[in-house]
Protein backbone atom coordinates (compact mmCIF):
# COMPACT_ATOMS: atom_id res chain seq x y z
CA UNK A 1 0.00 0.00 0.00
CA UNK A 2 1.36 3.55 -0.97
CA UNK A 3 0.40 6.92 0.90
CA UNK A 4 1.96 10.21 -0.80
CA UNK A 5 1.76 12.66 1.58
CA UNK A 6 2.52 15.63 0.21
CA UNK A 7 4.13 18.50 2.75
CA UNK A 8 4.88 21.65 0.21
CA UNK A 9 4.49 22.79 -3.22
CA UNK A 10 7.87 21.36 -4.06
CA UNK A 11 8.51 17.94 -6.06
CA UNK A 12 9.07 16.02 -2.66
CA UNK A 13 7.27 13.37 -0.78
CA UNK A 14 7.29 11.32 2.12
CA UNK A 15 5.85 7.90 1.40
CA UNK A 16 4.88 5.41 4.07
CA UNK A 17 6.65 1.96 3.31
CA UNK A 18 4.76 -1.21 3.97
CA UNK A 19 5.59 -2.23 7.53
CA UNK A 20 4.54 -5.75 8.93
CA UNK A 21 4.44 -6.09 13.07
CA UNK A 22 5.29 -9.16 14.56
CA UNK A 23 5.34 -9.92 18.10
CA UNK A 24 7.10 -6.34 18.08
CA UNK A 25 9.39 -6.95 15.20
CA UNK A 26 8.81 -5.00 11.94
CA UNK A 27 9.76 -6.11 8.37
CA UNK A 28 9.97 -3.23 5.77
CA UNK A 29 9.20 -3.96 2.25
CA UNK A 30 10.62 -2.31 -0.71
CA UNK A 31 9.14 -3.63 -3.76
CA UNK A 32 9.07 -2.84 -7.24
CA UNK A 33 7.19 0.30 -8.01
CA UNK A 34 4.28 0.04 -6.08
CA UNK A 35 6.03 1.87 -3.42
CA UNK A 36 8.95 3.41 -4.77
CA UNK A 37 7.72 5.28 -7.80
CA UNK A 38 10.80 4.69 -10.49
CA UNK A 39 12.82 1.61 -11.29
CA UNK A 40 15.99 1.53 -9.09
CA UNK A 41 19.47 1.48 -10.76
CA UNK A 42 21.23 2.17 -8.20
CA UNK A 43 21.39 1.65 -4.02
CA UNK A 44 24.13 3.16 -1.78
CA UNK A 45 24.41 3.32 1.73
CA UNK A 46 25.78 6.89 3.44
CA UNK A 47 26.92 6.07 7.35
CA UNK A 48 28.22 9.48 9.01
CA UNK A 49 28.94 10.61 12.40
CA UNK A 50 26.83 13.10 14.24
CA UNK A 51 26.90 16.75 12.72
CA UNK A 52 28.04 15.86 9.62
CA UNK A 53 26.18 17.55 6.80
CA UNK A 54 26.48 15.26 3.11
CA UNK A 55 24.91 15.56 -0.26
CA UNK A 56 25.35 19.56 -1.24
CA UNK A 57 24.25 18.99 -4.52
CA UNK A 58 21.19 18.44 -7.14
CA UNK A 59 20.65 15.91 -9.52
CA UNK A 60 19.67 17.08 -13.72
CA UNK A 61 17.99 13.99 -14.66
CA UNK A 62 18.41 11.52 -11.42
CA UNK A 63 15.69 10.54 -8.64
CA UNK A 64 16.77 9.75 -5.69
CA UNK A 65 14.70 7.54 -2.84
CA UNK A 66 15.99 7.95 0.86
CA UNK A 67 15.07 5.89 3.36
CA UNK A 68 16.70 6.60 6.61
CA UNK A 69 17.58 2.57 8.16
CA UNK A 70 19.30 3.64 11.45
CA UNK A 71 19.40 6.94 13.56
CA UNK A 72 18.35 10.19 12.38
CA UNK A 73 18.61 12.31 9.30
CA UNK A 74 17.31 16.02 8.45
CA UNK A 75 17.18 16.57 4.98
CA UNK A 76 17.10 19.73 3.45
CA UNK A 77 15.16 20.30 0.08
CA UNK A 78 15.53 23.47 -2.03
CA UNK A 79 13.92 23.59 -4.95
CA UNK A 80 15.34 27.33 -6.15
CA UNK A 81 12.31 29.20 -4.49
CA UNK A 82 10.90 27.06 -1.59
CA UNK A 83 13.55 25.52 1.14
CA UNK A 84 11.97 22.83 3.22
CA UNK A 85 13.40 20.36 5.79
CA UNK A 86 12.36 16.85 6.27
CA UNK A 87 13.44 14.63 9.22
CA UNK A 88 14.08 10.88 8.18
CA UNK A 89 14.04 8.75 12.22
CA UNK A 90 11.88 6.01 10.74
CA UNK A 91 12.91 3.04 8.18
CA UNK A 92 9.06 3.09 7.32
CA UNK A 93 9.31 6.48 6.02
CA UNK A 94 11.42 7.31 2.83
CA UNK A 95 11.39 10.74 0.52
CA UNK A 96 11.40 11.05 -2.97
CA UNK A 97 13.66 13.86 -3.92
CA UNK A 98 12.99 14.68 -7.79
CA UNK A 99 15.88 15.97 -10.55
CA UNK A 100 16.01 20.07 -9.56
CA UNK A 101 15.92 19.93 -6.33
CA UNK A 102 19.25 20.59 -4.08
CA UNK A 103 19.55 18.21 -1.57
CA UNK A 104 21.56 18.25 2.41
CA UNK A 105 21.50 15.77 4.36
CA UNK A 106 22.69 16.29 8.22
CA UNK A 107 23.29 13.56 10.28
CA UNK A 108 21.85 14.01 14.03
CA UNK A 109 22.72 10.90 15.49
CA UNK A 110 26.19 9.18 15.66
CA UNK A 111 26.33 6.17 13.07
CA UNK A 112 22.90 7.19 11.46
CA UNK A 113 22.95 5.43 8.08
CA UNK A 114 21.00 6.62 4.74
CA UNK A 115 19.78 4.35 2.10
CA UNK A 116 19.54 6.21 -1.38
CA UNK A 117 18.14 4.16 -4.50
CA UNK A 118 18.37 6.11 -7.53
CA UNK A 119 16.82 6.00 -11.14
CA UNK A 120 20.20 5.93 -13.01
CA UNK A 121 23.30 4.92 -12.58
CA UNK A 122 26.16 7.13 -11.38
CA UNK A 123 27.65 9.86 -14.08
CA UNK A 124 29.40 12.46 -12.95
CA UNK A 125 28.09 14.84 -15.33
CA UNK A 126 24.56 14.82 -13.72
CA UNK A 127 25.53 16.45 -10.32
CA UNK A 128 25.19 20.07 -9.67
CA UNK A 129 27.83 20.74 -7.29
CA UNK A 130 27.86 25.00 -6.79
CA UNK A 131 24.78 26.09 -5.91
CA UNK A 132 24.97 29.46 -7.92
CA UNK A 133 24.95 26.81 -10.87
CA UNK A 134 22.23 25.10 -9.74
CA UNK A 135 20.17 28.76 -9.52
CA UNK A 136 20.73 29.20 -13.00
CA UNK A 137 20.45 25.41 -13.97
CA UNK A 138 16.84 25.47 -12.43
CA UNK A 139 16.02 28.86 -14.69
Not at 45 to 64: D, E, L, M, P, T
Request: neutral net charge.
Amino acid sequence: MKKDINLTNSNNLLIELPCHIDDGNELIVLEGSNVIPFAISRVFFVRAKKGSVRGKHAHKICSQFMVCITGSIEILCDDGVNKKTYLLNNPSIGLNVKPGVWAQQKYLQEDSVLAVMCNRPFEQEDYIYDYEKFKIFIK
